[in-house]
């Protein structure tokens, strides 16, 4: 089958569940409410950060901040259940949480520069907008995997085959759905709608539950080694507190 034929074919599938969408994310009020929870959700990240997990290292505290930034309240969610030093047990679900995260952070921005630059400024026609975006999405997530190896001292080739293969699966997933979702909905949206920003928004949250399921499972095949337990780094920062006093 051709694929403007799958495409079109796509489209109608979907097109009930966009007649319900588009009006509501192209709603000003939806997004005055979406800005507020969004705000108030980095606000509630931070002030837990500065008062409660201190011991998250620098990155991933950047994670958090891009995760709550693009998914609001549900990104919250996510850092309450999985990024915290207060967790009671880690799992595998919180596991694939972190390393789903830290994948969508890079992936996020990359997806937010690309459709920007390809629709928004560039008006490009469909296909270019997709090809492009992925290609700064996947830009994006596999520089936020290589470069913390660069600095525990991989080597640059090795670091490179690490973060192909153990990143490859989980971006590809997220933004064909990301990306799909987004374009789905507003196509023809430009940088001055509403729409252009609440489809991309809501597109970017799609992709984390899509590669959910594929990180849990690169984590318990051992392909990725998933993020380390914030409740170490907390137990870690205390030991030395008391070992200082």
């Not at 011991?55 to 915290?84: D, E, H, I, N």
């Not at 090795?158 to 987004?182: L, N």
Request: one cysteine or more.
């Amino acid at each position: 089958m051709p694929l403007t034929q799958l495409i079109t074919q796509i489209e109608r599938a979907f097109e009930p569940v966009r007649e319900i969408l588009v009006p509501i994310l192209s709603n000003p009020a939806v997004l005055g409410m979406w800005l507020a929870l969004v705000g108030v959700s980095v606000s509630t990240l931070w002030w837990d950060i500065n008062k409660r997990n201190q011991a998250l290292p620098s990155l991933m505290k950047g994670v958090w901040t891009l995760v709550v930034l693009y998914s609001g309240p549900f990104g919250l969610t996510l850092y309450w259940y999985a990024g915290r030093t207060q967790i009671s047990q880690d799992s595998l679900w919180r596991r694939g949480v972190r390393s789903t995260a830290h994948c969508y952070s890079g992936c996020g921005a990359g997806e937010v520069v690309g459709v920007t630059l390809a629709q928004g400024v560039l008006a490009l026609a469909v296909g270019w907008v997709a090809a492009i975006t992925f290609g700064f999405a996947y830009l994006f997530g596999f520089a936020l995997t290589v470069g913390p190896l660069l600095q525990e001292g991989v080597a640059f080739r090795d670091a490179v085959a690490d973060a192909f293969y153990s990143e490859t699966p989980s971006i590809t997933i997220m933004e064909i759905v990301a990306i799909g979702a987004d374009l789905l909905l507003a196509s023809q949206a430009h940088m001055g709608d509403i729409l252009f920003w609440m489809a991309l928004a809501f597109s970017l949250s799609l992709g984390f539950i899509a590669a959910f399921p594929v990180n849990v499972a690169l984590v318990k095949f051992g392909v990725k080694e998933g993020m380390k337990n914030p409740a170490e780094m907390g137990d870690q920062t205390t030991a030395q507190v008391q070992t200082t006093d």
